[in-house]
């Protein structure tokens, strides 16, 4: 089977990097092209070097046209905003795309929503295997408790973290949404400051914490009366979300009809 080129935005940042060695030591997947911002310094550096595996022929580019003839398939780790211009991108070069980047807002969904129509786009709150397998038991455990019993996400990550809650953490809360029957942003509790009354049975609670160099950290509690049900799920490296984002670009690569995915869809579940 011929190898899938893969383009990376975002190719000098830590999980750019970390994409690089990952494609580097998968069968079946190469990588043919990195982008920055023009101003980053990486650019025209090796993408092996940066990656610390050694020179691979592949130089930091700017150019997001370029990247998106050149490659199969691109990842796009970055920002909302660019991870909005890929998808116009993905649809323009009809090449498919992987995004991996959260706290995009209701518009900047809709334009990742109309590129899937034309192109597969997988766009994940999390790329990991056991967070895929959460977000199904979730789901499961919301619908089989009532709403007698409390619903509670506690998210922690880095603290250069700039969107709250976590991609992650309203995923999880729209599985319990879905297993519950309920709509998530009129049932939601965001945050608790002050004199707040008692907590309204049958929301969905969130908290967001951040600090130090977490690469995620997600709980679910269900509270029941004199008894407590917690899911957890910690990511104790990035490594995981890239080795989920290879394997999605593969799935990818090999020929899968337009539309908007999830992990649950590439890993078959």
């Known amino acids: 089977m011929a190898e899938i080129g893969i383009g990376i935005t975002g190719c000098a940042g830590k999980m750019g990097r970390m994409l690089v060695a990952e494609i580097a030591a998968t069968p079946g997947a190469r990588i043919v092209a990195g982008i920055e911002a023009p101003s980053n310094p990486a650019l025209g550096r090796d993408l092996g070097e940066l990656a610390g595996i050694g020179a691979i022929g592949v130089a930091a580019g700017d150019d997001p046209e370029t990247l998106f003839q050149t490659a199969d398939v691109v990842i796009d780790f970055s920002t909302p905003a660019a991870g909005v211009l890929s998808a116009r991108l993905a649809a323009r070069h009809n090449k498919p795309l992987l995004l991996g980047t959260t706290g995009l807002s209701a518009e900047q969904g809709e334009a990742v929503r109309t590129a899937a129509t034309i192109v597969p786009i997988v766009w994940p709150p999390n790329t990991s295997l056991g967070v895929t397998l959460m977000l199904a038991l979730v789901e499961d455990a919301a619908r089989r408790l009532g709403s007698d019993w409390d619903i509670e996400i506690v998210e922690m990550h880095h603290h250069h973290k700039v969107d709250a809650p ?11 949404a879905l297993g519950r029957g309920i709509d998530l942003a009129s049932e939601s509790e965001r945050g ?3 004199v707040t009354g008692a907590r309204r ?12 160099d977490i690469a995620g950290d997600h709980t679910v509690i269900f509270a029941g009366a004199g008894e407590r049900l917690e899911f957890t799920h910690r990511a104790a490296s990035r490594q995981i979300f890239a080795k989920g984002a290879v394997t999605a670009a593969l799935w990818l690569g090999r020929g899968q009809p337009p539309g908007l995915y999830g992990m649950k869809d590439v890993l078959g579940l």
């Open 192 to 194: 608790r400051d002050g």
């Open 201 to 212: 049975q049958g929301t969905i609670g969130f908290a967001a914490l951040r600090g130090g």
């Open 166 to 176: 976590s991609g992650t953490a309203l995923a999880l809360g729209q599985a319990a």
